[in-house]
């Protein structure tokens, strides 16, 4: 197989599934594409999308009939309390950014997503940012792995979600690395969240689904409202979430041939977490760094948690931590609570856990039992 010709695989379902709001199954030769593709060098898949295929960006209009998507712009309020961090040098990182935001002089602003499915019964403006009386939301926040954005690519997911859940969907465009590092697409979906609450919707109606790098940085927003004694989201929905950027786990050896991440020691530029981190300081023990709770959020402490239901392939490189992080909320809350729902998926890997009409229908079927029939606990 030519890399050329995985690459027209993987766009052809892609494509196909975005028109479609992820009906089509998937085959096992676009699986192995799948596969192929995540362990070639980045420049060269690039290089042959941009010369030989469809641009990334030429992504398929979402038909009326399925739903209705809107980007909008916002600015982050000028109440919004500067951030009480634990450690000096992220403290420093957090007093930078929310400087230049106070100030008007941060690059690339901030930008959000509405999605409402073509199913909602229409109530007001169905893509403003602000609530009709008692409304439930979810709260999105997409992955791409800390360097690009699937907000153009999985538009199809947003409206299914939103069909599914009879909610519509709130998508934070945060900004990601290199261009823009840690914290910053923290803070782009911290301030994205106290937005919306600032709009008037509730916490306790607003569902936080997040997906892969999407994981990492919504965890880390927990740990932040916590910190500021902010309201947390009533639930919380994590679609193999990215939890540990030391990369420690058995499972990133384990799956390698698998799933479609490929590996990079921590000391090498194209490694995930250290693109995402930014320059350090050649003394920096790297790997300490990173399992700080903010950046590793497996790490962090599970006490104050919202209830959760964890997705993850059997597959995926990111499996042994969804594990870990379900044990440790079954720890800090006991396993009689049911505060945490872990569901495993043999077979699946971290591309295949959303391809796939028959695996679609799990994760959202799901998702849907778990938004609806938890009991809400309203958040003081």
Known sequence: MTMGKAISDVLKIKHSMMAGVGDDELTKEEEAAAIYIGHQQPEDIYKII????????????IASTVGVYREFKYKMDKKQETYCIDEEWIQTKFDNIYMQDKEGNLDGGHG??????????????????????????????CGGGFISSDIPLLRWHYLRISAETGQRVFVPQYNVAPGHVFPRALHDTYTAYLHL??????????????????????????????????????KVVLIAPCLDLTFSSD????????????????????????MYLGPVDKNTEIAKVLSHPLLSPLFADCAELPPIQLHIGQNDVFVDEAIELAKRIEESHGKESRHVELITYPGKNHYTILRGKTQLNKVYDSMRQFIDSLPVKKIS
């Open 251 to 274: 499972s990133w050896q384990r799956n390698q041939k698998v799933c479609v991440l490929p590996y990079h020691p921590l000391e090498s530029p194209r490694s995930m977490s250290r």
């Open 112 to 141: 959000m997503v509405v999605a409402s499915s073509a199913s909602l019964k229409a109530t007001g403006d169905m893509l403003a940012d602000i609530p009709t009386p008692g409304e439930r939301i979810v709260f999105y926040v």
């Open 197 to 234: 609450l600032g709009r008037g919707f509730c916490a306790e109606d607003i569902t936080m689904v997040a997906l892969s790098a999407g994981g990492n940085i919504g965890m880390g927003m927990l740990r932040l409202l916590e910190m500021h004694h902010k309201p947390q989201p009533a």
């Open 50 to 61: 941009a010369d030989e295929l469809i641009p990334p960006a030429n992504t398929p209009e």
